[in-house]
């Protein structure tokens, strides 16, 4: 399995995503561990701890009503309707659901080297899914373009992250420049439909460049944290950091420009301007007790991940790596 890892990594190319390579990051995704397992205190005790709530919180179905069947649980409108009792089901929370927020805006449609921003969150999101199935979590996400916000209801199936990898590889290669158009959506607006279909307890992925990821996201972001628990991926290019210290020409695929990056006052006022930026983004991230965690688009998708979420790596390895962390 780590022999096939830089194999199925190197296809994470380019500037859109593919669905094959994306499929094939479940088999990387059994390394990977999204939660610290917790000790089991019951027989059927699940992963996550989990709150008795007697016939249970989530409901599952209505079928007949069989002999044993709580007459609580009786679906009185169904009934009537029927002429024919009928019983809900429903089914306790042993799992905690997993909500990717993956960030598919104008702007990161962008990339110096490998992979644009775009494919490689999107390589992220399908590990991650992946990784939630394969310990029997319910899969959803939010894919966040710069106009539109496709959902992927929470299903405990293959299917999900099926559909999930199928919509983000088409709102991925509706990509065409790193320019947003006037009216594009914030990200506080995705913080805040998040907060709308997240069920208390959920473990959110928010997967994004965070370039406006500023003070207008704060009361959202409070909102959020406050019933769910909310990791924050952020993929950035090194050229977005710091400006090389010779000329280069850049192209979106059709037109070229050149770029004059010789003056020396430009480098450092921009590397200047994008330090403090980043640093804005970790201290909100801190001052909401979020874990951020950084990933560069330049470099293997699977090798950075299992750095982050390899099962084989210890506790306190996994908190180092993390940021915003009191």
């Not at 990977?32 to 027989?43: C, E, G, H, K, T």
């Amino acid at each position: 399995m780590q022999a096939a890892a830089p194999q199925l990594d190197s296809e994470l190319r380019g500037a859109y995503p593919q669905v094959g390579p994306l499929v094939q990051l479940r088999y990387a995704a059994r390394q990977l561990q999204l939660f610290q397992p917790r000790l089991a205190r019951s027989d059927q005790a699940g992963n996550l701890l989990t709150r008795y709530r007697g016939r249970g919180m989530n409901f599952e179905e209505v079928r007949g009503y069989q002999a044993g069947d709580d007459v609580r649980s009786i679906d009185w409108r169904v009934t009537a309707r029927t002429g024919k009792t009928h019983t809900k089901l429903y089914q306790e929370e042993r799992e905690r659901p997993v909500v990717i927020l993956l960030d598919l805006r104008s702007p990161m449609f962008f990339g110096s080297h490998r992979a644009f921003k775009s494919v490689a969150a999107s390589g992220i999101a399908a590990a991650l899914g992946w990784a939630g199935l394969l310990h029997s979590d319910r899969i959803g996400a939010l894919l966040f373009s710069d106009r539109e916000i496709d959902t992927v209801r929470p299903r405990r199936s293959h299917h999900a992250v099926l559909a999930m990898i199928h919509s983000m590889v088409a709102r991925a290669g509706e990509l065409s420049s790193p320019i947003a158009e006037n009216g594009s959506h914030s990200l506080k607006t995705l913080l805040e439909e998040a907060r709308r279909i997240a069920r208390p307890g959920s473990a959110l992925f928010l997967i994004s460049d965070c370039h406006d990821l500023n003070e207008p996201c704060s009361q959202p972001l409070y909102l959020l944290s406050r019933q769910a628990d909310l990791q924050v991926i952020r993929v950035t290019d090194p050229l977005e950091q710091k400006l090389p210290a010779h000329s280069m020409t850049i192209t979106d695929g059709l037109q070229r420009t050149f770029l004059n990056a010789v003056n020396r006052s430009q480098r450092d006022a921009f590397a200047k301007k994008q330090a403090r930026l980043r640093i804005e983004v970790e201290q909100l991230c801190r001052r909401h007790r979020l874990p951020l965690l950084d990933f560069d688009n330049t470099k293997p998708l699977v090798p950075e991940l299992m750095s982050f979420y390899g099962s084989h790596q210890k506790n306190n390895c996994y908190r180092n790596r993390k940021r915003g962390q009191p």
